[in-house]
C-alpha cells in the first residue's frame, strides 16, 4: 500500500534509451531543451550504437551514457543507466523516460510534475502521442488509431492501462520500491537482480504498469501531456511492432496471474478475441453469400454491424478534423482492423504453441 504525504517534485532527469538514433536524437534532445520545466539533465543512454547517436547528442547539448554489454534491449540499457544514476538523486526527485523516436510538446514535463507532486498515490505520469507525417499509406492509417487512443485516454480523463515507454515520468521514490519489490517477492523478479524494469519480457512498460498498480499505485496520462512520435513505415515493421506489443502484454497477463489488477486486463484479451471471432464471421457470411446465391446477401444482423462500426470510425477520428472523417465513413480502414487482429491471432498463437520470441 502506497503511504506517504504530498511532495513537491524538486528535479528531473531525463533518461532517453537510444539504438541507433543519429537521425532523430537531436528532436528528442530539442523537445526537452524548450520545457517550460527543462530537465536538470538531460542523459541519452547510447544502447551498442554503431552509429553517431552518442556524437550527435554530445553536439546537442545532452550528457551520453554508453551501455556495457548490454542484451536485454531497451530495458537492459535502463537498468543500467538507472544503476548509475538513482544513487545520486534524492527520493523527491522525479525520472523522465522518453524514447530516441519521441519529441515532447511544450508543457509536458510541468504538467507531469505538478500530477506527481498533488498525489503520492500516482506511481508514473504517461502521454497521448499522435503519429508524425510521413507519405506512406500504413503511417496514415496508425496517426488515424493514435487519435483515436488519444480520444479514448481524454474522456476517461487520463486514465490509461499502461504508462507508454514513449515518455513517462516516474519518482525516484517510486523506482526504488518497484526495485526493492522485484527482490522481495511483491512483484515478479524479471532478471532477479533488481532492476527497475524487467528484462525478460517483450513489452517493459506493460510490465512496469503492472508492478505499479500492484504496488497500489496509479498511473496517468493527462491531457496536457503529449507527444509526437514516429510511425512504422512499412507493413511488415508494422506487423513485427504489434506482434512484439500483443505477445508482449498477453505474456505480462500470464506472468501475473489473475489478480484485483489483471483481470480488466485479461478481460480485454476475451473481448479482443470475441472480436477476432466475429470478424471472422462477418466476413465468412460475405464469402458464403458470394459463393451460394452469386452475390452479397448480408442479414440485418450484420448491416446494424457494419452501421455501427461506420459510426465509430466517423466519430473517433473527429480530432484529426473533417478532412479525416469524412473519409472515414467509406470503411476503407477496413483492413487496418483485420491486419491488426490477424497480429494478435497471430500472438495468441505464438504464446500457446511457445515459439521463438523476437523483439
Known amino acids: 500500500m502506497v503511504t506517504g504525504s504530498v511532495s513537491t517534485v524538486r528535479q528531473v532527469v531525463a533518461l532517453i534509451p537510444a539504438h541507433n538514433e543519429a537521425e532523430t536524437i537531436a528532436e528528442a534532445i530539442r523537445g526537452l531543451q524548450v520545457q517550460d520545466v527543462r530537465p536538470g539533465r538531460i542523459v541519452v543512454v547510447a544502447d551498442n550504437c554503431t552509429d553517431d547517436t552518442a556524437r550527435v547528442a554530445r553536439e546537442n547539448g545532452a550528457e551520453v551514457l554508453e551501455t556495457v554489454g548490454n542484451t536485454a534491449k531497451k530495458a537492459g540499457a535502463l537498468n543500467q543507466a538507472l ?19 519521441s519529441a515532447l510538446d511544450q508543457g509536458f514535463v510541468s504538467a507531469a510534475v505538478r500530477h506527481l507532486s498533488q498525489d503520492p498515490r500516482l506511481g508514473a505520469v504517461g502521454g497521448t502521442f499522435r503519429g508524425r507525417e510521413d507519405h506512406t499509406f500504413v503511417g496514415h492509417l496508425q496517426r488515424n488509431e493514435y487519435a483515436r487512443y488519444a480520444r479514448d485516454v481524454r474522456r476517461l480523463g487520463g486514465k490509461c492501462l499502461v504508462v507508454t515507454g514513449t515518455a513517462a515520468v516516474l519518482r525516484v521514490r517510486t523506482l526504488r520500491e518497484v526495485s526493492r519489490a522485484r527482490l522481495d517477492g511483491r512483484i515478479p523478479p524479471g532478471d532477479g537482480r533488481g532492476g527497475v524494469y524487467d528484462t525478460t519480457v517483450l513489452t517493459e512498460d506493460n510490465e512496469l504498469t503492472f508492478a505499479l498498480k500492484h504496488l497500489g499505485y496509479t498511473v496517468l496520462s493527462p491531457k496536457e501531456c503529449t507527444l509526437s512520435t514516429e510511425v512504422m513505415p512499412t507493413w511488415r515493421a508494422l506487423w513485427n511492432q504489434r506482434l512484439r506489443w500483443k505477445r508482449g502484454a498477453l505474456e505480462n497477463c500470464a506472468q501475473y496471474g489473475l489478480t484485483r489488477v489483471t483481470w480488466r486486463y485479461w478481460g480485454r484479451q476475451l473481448f479482443t478475441a470475441l472480436g477476432i471471432l466475429v470478424t ?23 448491416l446494424a454491424v457494419t452501421a455501427i462500426f461506420v459510426a465509430e ?31 494478435h491471432a497471430k500472438a495468441y498463437a505464438d504464446a500457446v504453441l511457445h515459439r521463438e520470441r523476437r523483439w
Do not use: C
Not at 83 to 101: E, F, G, K, M
Open 280 to 302: 471472422a464471421l462477418y466476413l465468412g457470411s460475405i464469402v458464403w453469400s458470394l459463393a451460394v446465391y452469386g452475390e452479397l446477401n448480408i442479414r440485418p444482423f450484420w
Open 83 to 101: 544503476a548509475a544514476l538513482l544513487p545520486a538523486l534524492d527520493d523527491a526527485a522525479a525520472v523522465l523516460v522518453q524514447d530516441a523516436d
Open 313 to 343: 470510425r466517423v466519430v473517433t477520428v473527429k480530432d484529426r478534423g473533417l478532412l479525416h472523417m469524412l473519409p472515414a465513413a467509406t470503411m476503407y480502414e477496413l483492413g487496418y482492423d483485420i491486419f491488426l487482429q490477424a497480429v
